[in-house]
Every structure is written in C-alpha cells, then in structure tokens.
C-alpha cells in the first residue's frame, strides 16, 4: 500500500472565495464535478495538485457548463451574492498533494500549502489513493472522497 502525504480542506464559501483569489479558474474541470489546479507552489517548489472533491451523485447545475461551474460560484460568493447553488452541493473538500509522486512529507506540504492558500486544512497526514480512488469507481461515485480521506487521516 502506496501512502501519499496530503492535506484537506472541508468545504466553505471561504475555501472556493481563496481558490478563486490565489490560484483563478482551474486548470482542468470534469464531468464528475471534481476540479484541478497543477501549481508549483509546494515544498521546494515541486507541483502541488490542488483537487476540489464532487459531493457523492454530483450533479451539475444545468444551467452552468461543466467549466463554467467554479468560476460561476466564485464570483457569486466572492460579489456576496447567492451562487446558482450553495457550494456544498457541488463539493465536499479540497484536497493538496504533491503531483507526479514527487516526495514531501506531511509537515512540509502543509506549510506549503497554508503559504499557498492562506486556510490552514482541517487535517494533514498520509493516505491511501488508491483504495479511496477503488472504492469510488466501485460505487459510481456514489461515496464522498474527503469522509475517506478524512477517515484515513483520523488517529
């Protein structure tokens, strides 16, 4: 079992209002709701993948294309206005890790990433992708990323 370090971030209007601020419109947005910054802003300066986890059975607003989803919200939160739904029915965390299985270890990356972002995470260790990512596809996305995430960082 690969253990990759990481740090997680529950869902807020301040979390998306940050990533709009310091980083801008992701790299990359999925159908499955999940958006991707790739940043070289993590412990000397490897590429962090910064990952906005989808709720379980994302939906997307149909009004909003799939990469007009996060851009929508945040200038919504960021202007004080409603965004088109609240935030937590898209997504339920972010998640940082270093990209490319560059190596770091946990403190590093969070001091990293709190550099970065500005948020200190609501929880930093090791964790294992690969049963995470496993027993989403098992599910048809149907599980919540971050509670395993969250489960695996847990003592």
């Known amino acids: 079992m690969s253990r990759t370090p990481t740090c ?37 300066g490897i590429v962090l993948e910064w990952r906005l986890h989808p709720v379980a059975g994302y939906q997307r607003p149909p009004a909003l294309g799939t990469y007009d989803v996060f851009p929508t919200t945040a200038a919504r939160i960021v202007a004080g206005e409603e965004p088109p739904v609240p935030c937590a029915s898209l997504w339920d965390g972010l998640e940082a890790f270093a990209a490319y299985g560059e190596e770091t270890e946990p403190p590093l990356l969070r001091a990293a990433a709190v550099a970065a972002l500005g948020l200190e995470p609501d929880g930093c260790g090791l964790v294992d992708h690969a049963s995470i990512g496993d027993e989403w596809e098992r599910t048809g996305g149907r599980v919540g990323i971050v509670a395993a995430l969250f489960g695996q960082l847990a003592p």
């Open 8 to 44: 997680v971030w529950r869902i807020t209007d301040e979390l998306i209002a940050a990533l709009d601020g310091h980083f801008g419109d992701p790299v990359d947005a999925y159908v499955n709701g999940s958006q991707t910054w790739l940043l070289e802003n993590g412990p000397n």
